[in-house]
């Protein structure tokens, strides 16, 4: 799932559960500027106005369709290896958010993270958040920045945001059911751990022995 580059920081406090960190619109606008200035020239020139928000065609309604059937692909494999590449297809999916922006955003956001910048990591993050407010990975990645700062109750927030935008993203469902045990919610975590088996069977999240422990924790052992 590639959670663990979030993980692996330097510590730096967490503000109060009570306050939600957010950006404003000038402080997003400013960070795009510097950003995008910063980028590469395209050969093409600038992109076309108006290019965030490209209504829906039917490529994209075509794109969903393929979603589907990875989704597919995945809960019917047999071995690790197809059910890697299925698994990959949907997450390179889910790293797209149909703005050249937050990508980029989002992008800069992951090298802070990498260099120990985590308030400069959740600054971008949350400006990609204002540039595309639909995208699922976004706050599935300031949740595992507020993870590796021990912001649980944040963490908790974003990563149930995620899974309502988008009710299969597998590295939410892994985290959270992770996240609700390490809390003794063990009920709670053993329904995503059971709905995450189901759409991805070959998940190293649901293997047998984790899944048969919280089963017993949760249901006991039948006599």
């Given at each position: 799932?590639?959670?663990?580059?979030?993980f692996?920081?330097?510590?730096?406090p967490?503000?109060?559960?009570?306050?939600?960190?957010?950006?404003?619109?000038?402080?997003?606008?400013a960070?795009?500027?510097?950003?995008?200035?910063?980028?590469?020239?395209?050969?093409?020139?600038?992109?076309?106005?108006?290019?965030?928000?490209?209504?829906?065609?039917?490529?994209?309604?075509?794109?969903?369709?393929?979603?589907?059937?990875?989704?597919?692909?995945?809960?019917?494999?047999?071995?690790?290896a197809?059910?890697?590449?299925?698994r990959?297809?949907?997450?390179?999916?889910?790293?797209?958010?149909?703005?050249d922006?937050?990508?980029?955003?989002?992008?800069?956001?992951?090298?802070?993270?990498?260099?120990g910048?985590?308030?400069?990591?959740?600054?971008?993050?949350?400006?990609?958040?204002?540039?595309?407010?639909?995208?699922?990975?976004?706050?599935?990645?300031r949740?595992?920045?507020?993870?590796?700062?021990?912001?649980?109750?944040?963490?908790?927030?974003?990563l149930?945001?995620?899974?309502?935008?988008?009710p299969?993203?597998?590295?939410?469902?892994?985290?959270?059911a992770?996240?609700?045990?390490?809390?003794?919610?063990?009920p709670?975590?053993?329904k995503?751990?059971?709905r995450?088996?189901?759409?991805?069977?070959?998940?190293?999240?649901?293997?047998?022995?984790?899944?048969?422990?919280?089963?017993?924790?949760?249901?006991?052992?039948?006599?």
């Amino acid at each position: 799932m590639r959670l663990v580059s979030f993980f692996s920081l330097r510590h730096r406090p967490a503000t109060p559960p009570s306050v939600t960190p957010k950006v404003h619109a000038a402080t997003a606008i400013a960070l795009c500027a510097v950003l995008l200035g910063s980028a590469p020239a395209s050969a093409e020139g600038p992109p076309p106005p108006h290019s965030e928000a490209a209504p829906e065609t039917p490529a994209a309604r075509s794109g969903e369709r393929s979603l589907d059937f990875y989704f597919a692909a995945l809960a019917a494999s047999r071995d690790t290896a197809s059910a890697a590449r299925a698994r990959g297809r949907i997450e390179a999916h889910w790293n797209r958010s149909g703005s050249d922006t937050a990508d980029l955003l989002a992008a800069r956001a992951a090298v802070a993270v990498h260099a120990g910048e985590r308030a400069l990591a959740l600054d971008l993050v949350d400006a990609a958040i204002v540039v595309a407010p639909q995208w699922p990975n976004a706050r599935f990645h300031r949740a595992m920045i507020h993870l590796s700062e021990h912001a649980i109750d944040r963490a908790l927030a974003d990563l149930t945001t995620t899974l309502t935008m988008e009710p299969r993203h597998l590295a939410a469902m892994s985290a959270l059911a992770s996240l609700l045990d390490t809390a003794g919610r063990k009920p709670e975590a053993l329904k995503w751990l059971r709905r995450l088996a189901r759409l991805d069977p070959m998940n190293p999240a649901v293997a047998a022995d984790r899944m048969e422990k919280l089963t017993i924790d949760v249901e006991g052992r039948e006599l």
